[in-house]
């Protein structure tokens, strides 16, 4: 089991804290996942789900029921950046602020392809739905920051 906990936990825990924006919340959702793992009347099942598969999910559903009892959207705490770094910053929390901002399902399913670097099968399996609804839903989330974060993109027309 521990392992298990060393292997998972990394990208677990990164993966709850984006969708809560909470520190405290995040180690709160993983510790409940591994815990789940060991009760007797846990569900995983190794031949129908790979584990990494069943955590993403368990992780998905804690934060979803956190989420509700919240009734707000989270939205990501950006630790304190150095003044040398403060336009860097200034684009971390737009992207932030972007992604935040995006619906629900636009944004689970961007933060498991992107930064957790999910195959789309794998993502499906994880929120229950079918391979295409992922694809358009990420398709429709990369357009959302686009047009949400075209005001930091480069403007080639300036160095012309």
Not at 64 to 74: E, F, I, M, T, V
Not at 129 to 156: C, F, T
Request: proline share 8%; with cysteine.
């Amino acid at each position: 089991m521990l392992h298990c906990f060393d292997e998972h936990h990394g990208p677990l825990y990164r993966f709850a804290w984006r969708l809560t924006g909470s520190v405290a919340d995040a180690e709160d959702i993983v510790q409940e996942c591994f815990l789940a793992l060991m009760r007797p009347e846990c569900r995983f099942e190794a031949r129908r789900t790979p584990l990494r598969t069943y955590l993403f999910g368990a992780v998905y559903r804690q934060a979803l029921k956190r989420a509700r009892r919240k009734q707000a959207p989270p939205q990501p705490e950006l630790p304190a950046t150095p003044e040398r770094e403060c336009l860097l910053a200034e684009l971390q929390q737009a992207v932030a602020r972007a992604i935040g901002d995006l619906p629900d399902g636009q944004r689970e399913v961007l933060l498991l392809a992107h930064y957790e670097q999910l195959p789309l099968a794998e993502i499906a399996a994880i929120l229950e739905i079918e391979p295409g609804a992922v694809k358009s839903r990420l398709q429709r989330a990369r357009a959302g920051l686009k047009d949400a974060l075209a005001a930091y993109a480069p403007n080639p027309e300036r160095h012309a």
